[in-house]
C-alpha cells in the first residue's frame, strides 16, 4: 500500500510546550502523562524533550539542569510532509511526537499513535507476521533485581526496555522511562532526588516496571501489535509461542518495516543532509560507499540492507552519522569528522566496519561459550 500521501491535517494536534530554560524538574509530569514536549528558545523552535532524551541525557543531571539540556534537536517537519515521510522521520529520530510547523510558527504534534493508525487502516503491514520482525530472543532480568543492575544491561546491550521474569516466567517490562519517572515526585519537582548508584541498588526492578505483559502470539499478523501499541499506549509487545517468550516486537520496528525498501542495488545507499556545496560529491561518495558494502557483505551474516549516511558541514569540517542495517538483529552506529568529504566517508566506512566484526566475533564467541545473547535497537 502507498503511503506517499499527505499527512491529514486532523492528525496535528496541541503541543505542550515550555522554555529552554525551564528546569526539568518541573515539566517531568508533562512528559510522563503527555509524552514528547517541544522546547523554545527566544521565542523560536528549539527541539524536543521526552522520557528517552531525559535518560540519555544522565538521570544524575535531573535536579539541577534546564529543558535545553536535553533537548533533542530534531528538525520540525511542514504541513505538506506525507505519511511515509512521517514514519522515516519518527524511525530516524526516535521521538514519540513530530513537530508540525506552518512557516517559522510551530503549529502542533503530529503522535505516533496517529501514523500506526495510518499503518493499520491502510493495511501497509497487513502480509507481515510477528515473526518476521520480532527481535529474538529476548533479554530479561529478574523483577527481584536491582534498578542499578537493570540500567547497567541496558546500557551494555544498548537497549531501552528488559522483559522481567516473576518466578521464572516472563510477568512484565521495564523500560527507560519507567526508571525516569519512578525517580520524579508526582508534584513534577525533585529537589531531594537523589540517583546515586546506592539508592538505586536499594530498589528492585519489579517495583518500578509495569508488571503486565502485552502478548501476542509468534504466527499472528502485525496488525495484531500495532492494535495493541494504539489501545494500550505502550511502546512494545512481547511475541509468545506457547508458554514461552520468543520476541520482543516494538513500535520502533513496526515504523522501520513501514519504510520503504530498497528496490536496486544502489537503494541500499542512503545519503541525507548534503548542501549545495557538498552535493557534487555524492556520487564519489556513493562509490566509497558501496565498495564498503561489497567487503561487509562477506561477513554480513544477516545480510546487510541499508547503509545511511547525514552529512553536516560545520564551518571548516564535515561531520558524518552513519548506520549499518541489517536484516535482521541490532543496528550499527557511528559518527566521525574530517577536513573533506572523501576522509570523512572513508572514515565512517572502517569505523563502522571495524565495530560490525568486533560484534561479530563477540557473538561467535558467545556461542563457542554457550551463551544466549543478542542486541536490542
Do not use: W
Request: proline letters at 3%; glycine letters at 6%; hydrophobic letters at 40%.
Amino acid at each position: 500500500m502507498n503511503l506517499d500521501i499527505k499527512l491529514p491535517a486532523e492528525f496535528v494536534s496541541k503541543a505542550e510546550v515550555c522554555d529552554y530554560k525551564t528546569p526539568i524538574t518541573e515539566i517531568i509530569g508533562k512528559i510522563r502523562s503527555r509524552g514528547s514536549v517541544v522546547v523554545m528558545k527566544d521565542g523560536e523552535y528549539f527541539g524536543v524533550v521526552n522520557g528517552k532524551t531525559i535518560a540519555e541525557g544522565g538521570f544524575a543531571k535531573l535536579a539541577k539542569d534546564s529543558v535545553g539540556k536535553f533537548a533533542d534537536r530534531v528538525a520540525a517537519a511542514g504541513t505538506d510532509i506525507t505519511i511515509e515521510n512521517a514514519i522515516s522521520s519518527l524511525y530516524n529520530s526516535e521521538i514519540d511526537a513530530l513537530p508540525i510547523r506552518d512557516g517559522k510558527k510551530i503549529i502542533g504534534i503530529v503522535r505516533r499513535e496517529k501514523i500506526l493508525e495510518s499503518i493499520l487502516s491502510l493495511h501497509a503491514l497487513s502480509k507481515v507476521s510477528v515473526e518476521d520482525i520480532m527481535v529474538s530472543p529476548i533479554i530479561d532480568i529478574d523483577s527481584n533485581a536491582n534498578v542499578a543492575a537493570a540500567i547497567a544491561l541496558m546500557q551494555q546491550k544498548k537497549i531501552k526496555r528488559l522483559v522481567v521474569n516473576d518466578r521464572g516466567k516472563p510477568a512484565g517490562i521495564i523500560t527507560q522511562n519507567d526508571i525516569l519517572f519512578s525517580l520524579s515526585r508526582p508534584e513534577e519537582r525533585l529537589p531531594e532526588l537523589k540517583v546515586d548508584a546506592h539508592s538505586l541498588e536499594n530498589i528492585s526492578v519489579g517495583s518500578v516496571a509495569n508488571m503486565y505483559l502485552n502478548t501476542v502470539s509468534y504466527d499472528e499478523k502485525i496488525d495484531a501489535a500495532i492494535k495493541i501499541f494504539i489501545e494500550k499506549k505502550v511502546s512494545s509487545v512481547v511475541a509468545m509461542r506457547g508458554g514461552s517468550a520468543v520476541g520482543l516486537i516494538t513500535v520502533r520496528d513496526v515504523l522501520k518495516a513501514a519504510m520503504p525498501k530498497p528496490a536496486t542495488i544502489d537503494s541500499q545507499i542512503i545519503i541525507s543532509g548534503l548542501d549545495d556545496r557538498t552535493k557534487e560529491f555524492e556520487n564519489e561518495m556513493r562509490s566509497q560507499i558501496g565498495n564498503f558494502i561489497s567487503k561487509a557483505d562477506k561477513f554480513s551474516s544477516p545480510r546487510l540492507k541499508i547503509v545511511e549516511i547525514n552529512v553536516k558541514r560545520k564551518a571548516r569540517v564535515y561531520e558524518a552519522a552513519g548506520t549499518m542495517e541489517f536484516e535482521r538483529g541490532n543496528d550499527i552506529h557511528a559518527k566521525v569528522t574530517a577536513y573533506n568529504t572523501e576522509q570523512l566517508v572513508s572514515e565512517l566506512m572502517e569505523k563502522l566496519y571495524k565495530i560490525a566484526k568486533e560484534e561479530k566475533e563477540e557473538k561467535i564467541h558467545d556461542k563457542k561459550e554457550g551463551g544466549n545473547e543478542y542486541e536490542e535497537e
